[in-house]
């Protein structure tokens, strides 16, 4: 790809195009793009037209762009994210009518976990996380489960910092941080209370593929008081179940 004279490359300034539509952010002018991609303005009245021409963005009638359907279905062919979601739903269904709170399916994703899917119940707690949010590795219970189980080089760059605190509770210690982890491997689950919120406590296990690599990390939200023992079982036999659709398709 040919490179601006600030020395980005086409793919990049197209990313960050893409990357400026957030959860709450769904909806935007050309203009506003270009200023949170860091783009002059003709670059990014550019770059969207292109994008909607090929159905990644899609513009209404009063000029305003959001992301386009066909965005969505390129995303979806042949993605392991899919297939992995497609496994673990049946699980994930048994363990929110079982526990009745919020039930979540996380990866590992450039240093963070991302959501790929959450179960709520209506009167399940408070709960942060979102369908394609993200949360550090460090401060929720299914970051720490896929930190756990991360290559050493990448646990050491996480825990070099900076670790931000989200809820009361967040390790920002990396020693302490460490031992959680050799922890989280050892019992093959992690109990955090009040590292998102102070009200809730985050109950995660690892998933491991048909080879028995940890590929994603199972978990529930559960009330600050709650006793996590119900939750744990529940997750643990999920994380079989889910090994087992794997191992099968």
Do not use: C, K
């Not at 450039?110 to 119940?121: G, I, K, P, T, W």
């Not at 949010?133 to 299914?142: D, E, K, N, Q, T």
């Not at 020693?175 to 982890?181: A, D, E, F, G, I």
């Not at 590292?195 to 009330?223: F, H, K, M, Q, Y």
């Amino acid at each position: 790809m040919a490179n601006s004279p600030s020395g980005d490359s086409m793919t990049q300034r197209l990313v960050r195009v893409l990357e400026t539509f957030t959860a709450e952010r769904t909806v935007q002018t050309a203009s506003e793009i270009g200023r949170r991609a860091g783009l002059p303005s003709s670059t990014a009245h550019r770059v969207v037209d292109e994008l909607v021409r090929e159905g990644l963005l899609e513009r209404d009638d009063e000029h305003r762009v959001r992301l386009g359907l066909r965005l969505w279905e390129l995303a979806l062919r042949g993605s392991r994210a899919l297939r992995l979601r497609q496994a673990a739903l049946p699980s994930m269904e048994r363990i929110q009518a079982r526990v009745r709170e919020h039930t979540q399916l996380a990866v590992l994703e450039q240093d963070s976990a991302l959501f790929l899917e959450r179960l709520s119940h209506p009167e399940a707690g408070a709960n942060i996380t979102a369908i394609a949010g993200r949360l550090p590795l460090h401060a929720s219970s299914s970051g720490l489960v896929l930190l756990a189980y991360a290559d050493p080089e990448l646990q050491d760059r996480v825990l070099m910092g900076p670790l931000p605190a989200l809820g009361p509770e967040t390790a920002t210690d990396a020693s302490t941080l460490r031992r959680t982890l050799a922890e989280v491997r050892r019992q093959g689950f992690v109990v955090a209370r009040g590292t998102v919120a102070a009200v809730s406590t985050g109950v995660a296990v690892p998933v491991r593929d048909e080879n028995g690599a940890v590929i994603a990390a199972l978990s529930v939200a559960l009330p600050r008081d709650a006793a996590p023992e119900v939750a744990i079982t529940e997750l643990l036999r999920a994380a079989r179940e889910i090994r087992a659709a794997l191992s099968a398709r």
